[in-house]
C-alpha cells in the first residue's frame, strides 16, 4: 500500500499518511484528522481502530497465528516454559543461560509478601471474590515498596520480578483465606508453577505431591495465556500507564478488566454453563438451540474471539493437552464429554459457521483445571497469574514511549443541547 492515502471529507481531498508493521498490517495514521477537518472517527468497540504500535504479540485472526516476539505460540508451548516466555516477552529476546538464571533469582527473591500484607487478607469476607482479593491485594503490595510508586527506571526489572512472583504468592493466600485454611508459603526450592501448587494445595505439616505432568499443564495454561495484543485487560493497563501510574496500579486495572465473562472470565462462565447443561440432563441440544434462538440472550461461552475468526490456536493445545492430562490422571470428566458435544454440534452449525464462532482458549482450560483441583473461582486467577508477562510488557512500551501521550478518547455527544436550569418547585 502506498505511504499515503486520499480521502474526500465533506468534499475536500485529505491526504493521510500510512503506517505499515512487520506483518504487513496497514494502518492510516488518522492523529491530524481533527485538527484538519474538524471530524473524529467513531468506532464503538474499536473493531477498527488501532490504539498503538507495539512489537510485543502478533495476531493474524483469519489464520489463526499467535506469535510472541516472533515465536510461533505452539514451538513455545512445546518447548518454552512460562517463566522463559515471561522474559521473553517482557525483554523482547529468549533469554542467555545467564539471564535466565538471574530472573529467576529475581523472583525467587521477591516471592514472599510483607508480613502487613496478612492483615489485609484478614479484612476480606469470607465470601470475596478471588479476583477482587487479586486487584486488592496488587494495589496494596505497591504501598509496602514506595519506590515501585516512585517508578525510577533503573528499578523497572525489580518492579516486574515482584509482580509476576508476588502474583502468585496473593493467588494462593486469597485461596487459602476464602477455604479457612493457613496460608502456606513459597519454597525457595521449588520452580514458579510447582511453588504455585504448594501454596495452594500443601498443608503445614504435610507438602502436597506435585504430579510432573500437573506442574506442567498448569505451567503451559500460563504460558498460552501469557500476552494476547491488545485485548480489553492490556488496553486497559495501557490506558492506566499512559497517565504515568505506577506498575501495580496499571496491572490491578488490569485484573479489574480481565473479571469480567466476556473476557477472562469466560473460563469460569464455560465450566458454570456445563455444570448447568449436565445438571439439566441436556447433552447439549437443547441449549444450543436457546443460544441460537437468542432465548434469554443466551452465548455459547468459551466460543467466539474479536479477532480469530478461522480457529484459536491456543484452543487447539489445549485441547490437547485437556485429553492428556484426563488420561494421566485416569479420570473422566463428564463435562468434558458435553465440551465435546457442543463443539462437534456447534462447529457444523450454520448459526455458527455463518458468524466465524469457534471455540476460545477458555473452552477447555477449564476443565484441566477442575482435574487439576483449583477450584472455578480461581480459574481466572489462573488466567490473570499468566497474563502478568504480556501487561508488564505492554506497560514497558508506554512508559519508554518518547512520544507518548496520556490516552484520551474523544466522543460523539447525544446528550440534551444547553437549557435552563429549572426551580425544583416548578418541575
Ligand atoms: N455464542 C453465541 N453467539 C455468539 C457468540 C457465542 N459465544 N459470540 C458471538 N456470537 C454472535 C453474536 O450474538 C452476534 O450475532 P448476530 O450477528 O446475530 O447479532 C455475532 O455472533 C457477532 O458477535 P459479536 O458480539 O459482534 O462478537 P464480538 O467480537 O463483539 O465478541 C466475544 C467477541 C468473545 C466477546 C463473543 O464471541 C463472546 O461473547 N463469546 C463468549 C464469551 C467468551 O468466550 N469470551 C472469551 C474470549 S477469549 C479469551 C479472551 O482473550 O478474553
Redesign the pocket.
Known sequence: MNETVEMIIDGKPLVLPTVTGSEGEVGIDISSLRNKTGCITLDP?Y?NTGACESAVTFIDGELGILRYRGYDIAELAEKSTFIETSYLIIYGELPTRAQLTEFSNLLSENQMLHEGMRFHFEGFPSTAHPMAILSSMINAASSYHPNIISKREERFPYHAARLISQVRTIAAFSYRKAHGLPAIYPKSNLKYTANFLHMMFSLPNEDCELKPEIVKALDLIFLLHAD?EQ???TSTVRMVASSKANLFASAAAGVCA?WG????G??Q??LEMLEEIHQEGDDGSKFLNE??N?IGN?????????VYKNF?PRAVIIKNQCDKVLAQLHKSDPLLDIAKKLEEIALNDD??IS?K?YP????YSGIIMRAIGIPLDMFTVM?AIGRMPGWIANYKEVMEDPDGRIARPRQIYTGPTQRSYAALETR
Open positions: 468497540a473493531g494476547h485485548n480489553c485487560s480481565l465473562p466476556l473476557h477472562g469466560a473460563n462462565a464455560v443460544v441460537k437468542k443466551r452465548k455459547l461461552m468459551g466460543f467466539g474471539h474479536r484459536d448459526y455458527f458468524r464462532l476460545n482458549v477458555d473452552f488466567f
